[in-house]
C-alpha cells in the first residue's frame, strides 16, 4: 500500500493528524490551501462589516459589529498561526500578497449597501461560515485545528444569532421590510456560492479524502439551507428556495449557478451559468477587492517606509 | 438574592429556556438573574450582566422580554440592569459548569 493510500485510511478511521511527521505533502498542501481560505475569509469580512459600522442604530448594537469584527480577527489570527506552524511565512502572506491572490469569498468583494445588510450578511454569510466550520470542527483529521474551532464555531454562532435578530426586527418595520427583502435577494445565492462547485462536476477532493472536512459541497449547501430558509419564512421574507417532499431535500426555484451583475449587486435569472464561468468571476474578483485587500496592507507597508527614510 | 418563591419559580424555569448568545447556557445558570418579582400583571426582573460592556444586551433583554410574555398571565415585563452586586464566575450553576467543561471553557 502506498504511502497516500495508507495515511487516506488512517484518518477515514479517526486518526488524529497532529503535525508535519504524520502528513505527507498532499495531505500538507490540501491543509494549507484549506487554512488559507479559513483565515483570508475571516479576515476579509472585516472590510465589507466597517463600511456600514457608523449606520449601528445603538450604541449596543454598535459593541455587537465591534465585538463581531474583533472575533473576525481573531479567528484569521488562528488559522494563520496554524499555517505559521506548518511552515508558511505569514507576513509575507498576508502583507505581500496581491489583492487579487486572497481567497476570500466573491461575496465580500462589495461595500455593504446599509445596517440591514450587515445583519443579513451576519444571517447568510456568518451560517455559511459556521456550517462550514462546523463540520470541520465535527470531522476534521487535523487535530490543532478541530481545537481551535471550539471557540470558533460559539463565536460564529453568535453572528448568525445578531444577523436573524436584525433581520427579524427590520421585519416588523414597514419601512424596514422592503430593504431586508432587497438584501436578502443578492445575498442568499452569494451564501450558496460559499459551498463551491456542485457534487457532480467534482472528480475528487482532497478535502474530503484527508477528512480535512467530513461533507460534500452539496451536503453542506444543504445544511445551509436547511436552517437559512425556515428562519427567513418564519420572518416574512421571500427566498428562491423551498423544500421538496419528494426529494426529501431543498431546491432552489432559480438557476443556479447564474450570472450576478455586480454594479447593481442583482443576478440575472435569465441567464444561468455554469460553474467554470462562476469560477472565472471569482478569479476576476468584485469591486472592492483592491480596496480592501489594501486597507488591511496598508498599517503594514506604511511602517516599513517609515522604517526606511528613519535608517 | 435569589429569593425564589413558588409564585416566580415558573418565570426561573422558564428563564431557562433564554440562551447565551454563544454558549448553550441559560441566562439563569449563567447566574444573570437576581430576582424575579410580580406586581398584578407584570414582572420585575432584575438583572446583570458579565460585563458592562457586554455586546449583547439588548437582544438578550428581547429574548427574556419575549420569553415571560408567553407565561399566562403576565401583561409585561420591566428589566432592571444593576451592577451590585457584580457578576463573578462563581454565579454560575453546576449545571452551567458541567456545560462549560463540555465546550473546553474555564469556569473558575
Known amino acids: 500500500m502506498d504511502q497516500a493510500t495508507l495515511l487516506k485510511e488512517k484518518v477515514q478511521n479517526g486518526f488524529i493528524v497532529e503535525g508535519i511527521d504524520d502528513m505527507n505533502e498532499e495531505y500538507l498542501n490540501a491543509l494549507k490551501q484549506t487554512l488559507t481560505i479559513v483565515g483570508d475569509t475571516e479576515l476579509l469580512s472585516v472590510p465589507p462589516l466597517l463600511t456600514v459600522y457608523d449606520q449601528a442604530p445603538t450604541l449596543n448594537s454598535k459593541i455587537t459589529a465591534l465585538a463581531i469584527m474583533q472575533d473576525e480577527i481573531g479567528h484569521a489570527h488562528i488559522a494563520y498561526r496554524l499555517l505559521k506552524d506548518l511552515g508558511e511565512d505569514v507576513d509575507r502572506l498576508l502583507y505581500e500578497r496581491e489583492a487579487h491572490r486572497w481567497k476570500n469569498p466573491y461575496a465580500f468583494d462589495f461595500e455593504l449597501s446599509n445596517w440591514i445588510e450587515f445583519g443579513v450578511f451576519n444571517a447568510f454569510f456568518d451560517r455559511a461560515g459556521y456550517t462550514l466550520l462546523g463540520d470541520a470542527f465535527e470531522h476534521t483529521s487535523y487535530g490543532p485545528w478541530k481545537r481551535a474551532l471550539v471557540k470558533v464555531d460559539k463565536e460564529e454562532l453568535f453572528h448568525l444569532r445578531n444577523g436573524e435578530i436584525i433581520m427579524r426586527t427590520a421585519m416588523q418595520d414597514p419601512n424596514l421590510r422592503e430593504e431586508v427583502q432587497k438584501a436578502v435577494d443578492w445575498m442568499f445565492l452569494m451564501a450558496l456560492e460559499f459551498f463551491g462547485v456542485e457534487d457532480r462536476l467534482k472528480s475528487r477532493s482532497a478535502q474530503l479524502e484527508y477528512r480535512l472536512k467530513g461533507r460534500t459541497n452539496d451536503e453542506l449547501r444543504q445544511k445551509w439551507l436547511s436552517t437559512a430558509v425556515p428562519f427567513c419564512e418564519s420572518i416574512g421574507v421571500k427566498v428562491p428556495a423551498h423544500y421538496d417532499e419528494e426529494q426529501q431535500k431543498y431546491v432552489l426555484d432559480v438557476p443556479f449557478p447564474c450570472k450576478f451583475d455586480p454594479v447593481n449587486k442583482k443576478w440575472l435569472f435569465d441567464q444561468p451559468d455554469t460553474w467554470d464561468n462562476v469560477i472565472k468571476r471569482f478569479k476576476q474578483r468584485g469591486p472592492k477587492n483592491k480596496e480592501f485587500v489594501e486597507r488591511i496592507q496598508r498599517g503594514a507597508k506604511e511602517l516599513e517606509q517609515l522604517r526606511k527614510e528613519a535608517v | ?108
Not at chain 2, 419559580?9 to 410580580?38: N, R, T
Not at chain 2, 458579565?50 to 438578550?60: K, R
Request: aromatic share 10%.
Open chain 2, 1 to 108: 438574592m435569589d429569593k425564589r418563591n413558588t409564585e416566580t419559580e415558573k418565570y426561573w424555569q422558564a428563564l431557562k429556556e433564554v440562551m447565551d448568545p454563544e454558549f448553550p447556557i441559560s441566562v439563569v445558570d449563567m447566574g444573570l438573574i437576581y430576582h424575579i418579582e410580580k406586581v398584578d400583571e407584570e414582572l420585575h426582573v432584575t438583572m446583570t450582566y458579565t460585563a458592562v460592556s457586554c455586546a449583547c444586551m439588548e437582544w438578550i433583554e428581547q429574548d427574556i422580554r419575549d420569553r415571560l410574555l408567553k407565561e399566562k398571565g403576565v401583561r409585561d415585563v420591566h428589566i432592571h440592569v444593576v451592577w451590585d452586586p457584580p457578576w463573578t464566575v462563581d454565579r454560575i450553576s453546576p449545571e452551567g459548569r458541567e456545560k462549560l467543561k463540555y465546550w473546553g471553557v474555564s469556569s473558575t
